[in-house]
């Protein structure tokens, strides 16, 4: 067949985003590791997250790791694992001063103490009041992150495979044995054999119309898991971000409202005092999403449009800070140090220059809180039982742990990354240092290479990005901020129209070096099989939870649905779907108090 050639490691790890970077630094302490990317390792999304990593330091006011927990709990709407949510807060405090330690440059407190700040859905649990929780490098915290742990990596002499778009994973039972990739600059594929795998491959926001998440945020790693039997677990709990620039989804970070901004709307009311009289403008994700969604549907919108006013001019904004024991109010300096990125993106984009006018925003498509089941040490689960892929583990956005639940508070997803990403490089190193290599089965390439011929000859008609909008349209109107039965099933019966049409795609460029086009339209085919996923299990949930909002069934149920999904699809490909038991712990279910 083609020119496959193959490569022998102890350990591959796919993703070189903060899940995978971290993973990798550890797992390679010991083990034989390639980190596979599709992307250059800095270009990764965890690059673009801006506002900060959760950890209960408590650096400027009494703070506790069990106040975190529970405010991940309860913003979890009770659906997060309590043993995995206790690992995260737990372990949060140690691994943000180990990156501190690595040299990542936090802003700091005046007495040299990282800098923290409030973030939403983060409290002091006695006072209700916010916390500062938020680990900050201005608005740049990802960036610091990912460039921090890449130059360790390269300081450790992990081995990088740069713009190797990972396609396949080499299973044979209960066990894998490596995956198979394209590179990106000659078209080959190449066959990586491995004791151990792991999937640090990202989110799929690219489902959306409107998302925060980047062009390369189209699921792989989940769809292939899918592919190869593996369940994908809570995929009807994806989260909108209540703040994407109006039109283009890229995120304002909920730092901004952490610094005081406030959410208005056309009559020039901070509406948020309605929905969620205590916390206000910081409430959960969810909440405010919802709350933006039904100011616009009760024409509030500014201008009858679908977008409010998020707003942090120093006029407006009642938000004091400390400098040299003094209290100021915050100002256009202030603003420029603590949210460069956000100014810079508002007037770049927009023309709007945030110290001095409001800025458009509107929800945008921003985390997946459901993905490919693992316990606390990253190891993939393959049913309710809990039975294990041996060999196989998960981390970062494309796994589910699950600490998220139904809605993941902000600034946890980065704690995730590097709590579950160590946990899972450890675990991996310690696995293969007992672990046999088990031979590949033959010819183990030959079917992925023909799909990806069939995509490359196919004569049909259809445009790969014709359908891309289609799906992300059905998406938007059906499986969004709010859904019904009615058009959750109308946007299945779009996708299965869609899953047809894919059959009869044609991809121009027909060549081999650096070939976007046949890659796209492969991801595509992730994207469609993922956004179907998400219909499924979100039409059976009957109950509102989360950032899973059902307008025919606006309670939340716990007597029936205080319980995990599990998709899977069937040789056939139907979907077919199991529920296993969320792990409770100290915090018992309560009603939802905004
Ligand atoms: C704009 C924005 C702002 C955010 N701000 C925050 C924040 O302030 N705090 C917070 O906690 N969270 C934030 N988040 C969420 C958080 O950044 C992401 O959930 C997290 O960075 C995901 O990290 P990851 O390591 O799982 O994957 P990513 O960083 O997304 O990296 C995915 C990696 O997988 C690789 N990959 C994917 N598919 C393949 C394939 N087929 N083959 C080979 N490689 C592949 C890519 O090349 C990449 O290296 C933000 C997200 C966005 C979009």
Not at 280 to 286: I, N, T, V
Request: charged fraction near 25%; glycine fraction near 10%.
């Amino acid at each position: 067949m083609a020119n496959v050639k193959t490569h022998t490691f102890d350990a591959v790890i796919v993703g070189a985003g903060g899940a995978g970077l971290m993973a990798a630094l550890y797992a390679s302490r010991s083990a034989n590791v390639a980190v596979l990317s599709k992307l250059y390792p800095t270009r990764s999304h965890t690059g673009a997250a801006q506002g900060g990593v959760g950890a209960a330091l408590g650096n400027m006011e009494e703070d506790h790791w069990e106040w975190h927990a529970y405010d991940t709990v309860k913003g979890s709407d009770y659906l997060a694992d309590q043993d995995a949510v206790d690992v995260l807060c737990k372990e949060a405090i140690d691994v943000v001063i180990e990156m501190e330690h690595m040299g990542l440059p936090f802003d700091r407190f005046p007495n040299g103490r990282i800098s923290q700040r409030r973030f939403g859905g983060h409290t002091n649990n006695e006072t209700q009041k916010p916390v500062m929780r938020a680990c900050h490098a201005a608005d740049r915290t990802g960036h610091m992150i990912l460039q921090t742990l890449y130059q360790q990596c390269i300081k450790h002499n992990v081995n990088f495979y740069d713009e190797y778009q990972v396609v396949d994973l080499i299973r044979v039972g209960d066990q894998v044995r490596g995956v198979i990739a394209i590179e990106i600059a000659t078209g080959d594929f190449h066959i990586f054999h491995s004791k151990a795998v792991m999937f640090a491959t990202g989110g799929w926001g690219r489902c959306w119309e409107v998302t925060s998440n980047a062009h390369s945020l189209t699921g792989d790693g989940a769809a292939i898991c899918l592919r190869r039997g593996i369940p994908l677990q809570d995929m009807e709990f994806f989260q909108f971000h209540p703040t994407g620039i109006f039109k283009l989804g890229i995120l304002i970070t909920e730092g901004v409202r952490g610094e005081g901004g406030v959410l208005i709307n056309s009559e020039g009311e901070r509406f948020m005092k309605r929905y969620a009289p205590t916390i206000k403008d910081l409430a959960s994700r969810d909440v405010v999403s919802r709350a933006i969604y039904l100011e616009v549907k009760a024409g509030r919108g500014i201008g009858g449009k679908n977008y409010v006013h998020l707003d942090i001019t120093p006029e407006t904004v009642n938000h004091y800070f400390e400098e040299d024991g003094e209290k100021r109010r915050i100002d256009r300096d202030y603003i420029e140090a603590k949210l460069p990125d956000i100014a810079d993106f508002t007037r770049t984009y927009l023309g709007v220059d945030p110290v001095k006018e409001p800025m458009p925003v509107q929800p945008t498509a921003h985390y997946a809180m459901g993905g490919i089941p693992t316990d606390v040490d990253g190891r993939i689960l393959l049913n309710a039982n809990k039975d294990i892929l041996n060999g196989m583990y998960a981390a970062g956005e494309c796994a589910c742990v699950s600490v998220h639940g139904a809605n993941r508070l902000g600034t946890n997803s980065l704690t995730d990354l590097v709590v579950f990403g160590r946990r899972a490089g450890k675990h991996m190193a310690e696995y293969v240092q007992t672990a046999p290599l088990e031979p590949l089965p033959d010819n183990v390439a030959d079917d992925i290479i023909a799909r990806f011929e069939r995509i490359r000859n196919n004569t049909g008609s259809v445009k790969p990005y014709e359908l891309r909008q289609q799906m992300q349209r059905a998406m938007t109107e059906g499986v969004s901020v709010f859904r019904t039965e009615e058009t959750i099933n109308e946007a299945l019966e779009k996708l299965q129209q869609l899953r047809e049409a894919y059959g009869s795609i044609q991809v121009e460029d027909k060549s081999k070096q650096f070939n976007s086009d046949l890659l796209e339209a492969w991801e595509l085919g992730c994207l469609l099989e993922l956004a179907e996923v998400t219909a499924v299990s979100a039409v059976a949930r009957q109950e509102s939870r989360g950032g899973h909002a059902r307008d025919d069934f606006p309670e939340r149920d716990d007597e029936k649905w205080l319980k995990h999904t599990l998709c899977h699809k069937d040789a056939d490909g139907t979907y077919r779907l199991t529920y296993k038991p969320v792990t409770l712990g100290r915090y018992e279910p309560k009603p939802r108090v905004y």
